[in-house]
């Protein structure tokens, strides 16, 4: 279907220029090469490749796919890269849905550096094939993604910009920091997902300001309507919560960065405090064995629910009365933006300027590492029911005006258009 979707969209374009071409000689009698190339480039709609380096599903892909799907098909013909890897097969068939055209090529040291070799040299060819004009890179992290830069240069595709989902928390080793910098040095230009995110990596990568841009995550919140009140019932009863009684959870991957160990911990003195209050972990990772032990050392089992990885979170977080999200060191979390869209009070542990949570206002900022401090915010909304409906109306109207998905990809629109007059 891709396949016959680009032809099509091929030939519309070769027929625009032909009519374009037609008038011309008519009008001069004479058309150059060089007019001839120019007519083409500038009738049809900019090739922008979008590629990540995904292990997991998260926000990252969230983003990405929402950027696959809403980019203007008038201006933008839109293309898609994603490793091959069993935990991101959702977002190859997502990508697959959303894009004009996908790809599974995988240029990274998964595989071993033999077969990296090899898809590197197949991520070169399909770039050539699709003739990219930008490609934007999507990193998990601030490392990686080299060998894809150095195919893409060599393809020829003119604007290449990057975004790292995590910018460094501390001094990089000076091999590792003399890399990156090569690397941001070589690509276009650089985005980065929050003022914090990009006041982040310029402390610790070079970050050129005049080739740097912040372009705040967001979600569409036509996404996220009201889930039926039998649904929610249905889940309470899968999960043995009782009715009426509140939920604290969170929707996030299991991994070190994540900070759910802090949440863990805070547990006990939110249960003191509300005695009859459960917990819903969605997600899964690396650390689940460890996180389900330390539930079951502090007595919890009984009100700690383990989901696993939900291709569709959105049910559970809006059974949750609260929504946390302990990460430690982090910027604009899609699935924070998420439980605010579905007007969740929210506490978190990392803020900062152009953060989606102003605290107090659209949700709190617990301290950082801090289990009394989430705690102390959880029982205050849980406490408070009139605090907790003004916070999740805050939170989805701030969401509404700085964080929407319509202003990411508006932003990102104009950044690839620059690349014609480059």
Partial sequence: MSARCFVKHANDSQRVTAEYTVMTVK???TLSASMTRNVAASNRRLRVLLFTNSVSMGGMETHVILLARDLDRQKFEVFAICPEWTPTDALQSMLASAADACAVITPDRRWGTLRQIGETARFYRQLREWQIDVLHMHS?????????L???????????????????????????RWVRNLFSAAVTGIVCVSQKNYEARRAHVYTPARRTRVVNNGVDLNDFNPV??????????????????????TAVRFEPEKGLSYFIDAMPAIRAASPDAHFLMVGDGTLRAELEARVAQLGLKDCVHFTGFQGDPRPFVSLMDVFVLPVPVGSMSIGLLEAMAMERAVVMTFGGEGEAVVHGKSGFCA?????????????????DSGLKQALGHAARQRVATQFSTQNVTRELSALYLHARTE
């Fill in 27 to 29: 009008q001069t009698g």
């Fill in 150 to 176: 150095l195919a893409a240069r060599l393809a020829g595709v003119r604007s290449i910009y990057v975004t790292e989902h995590l910018a460094p928390e501390a001094q990089l080793p000076p091999v590792q």
């Fill in 140 to 148: 998990t992290t601030y490392r990686g993604q080299l060998w894809a």
């Fill in 228 to 249: 039926p009140e039998e649904t929610l019932a249905a889940l309470r009863q899968q999960y043995a919560i009782p009715q009426h009684v509140p939920v604290v959870g």
């Fill in 367 to 383: 301290t950082p590492r801090s289990p009394e401090s989430i705690a102390e915010y959880v029982i205050q909304v849980l406490h």
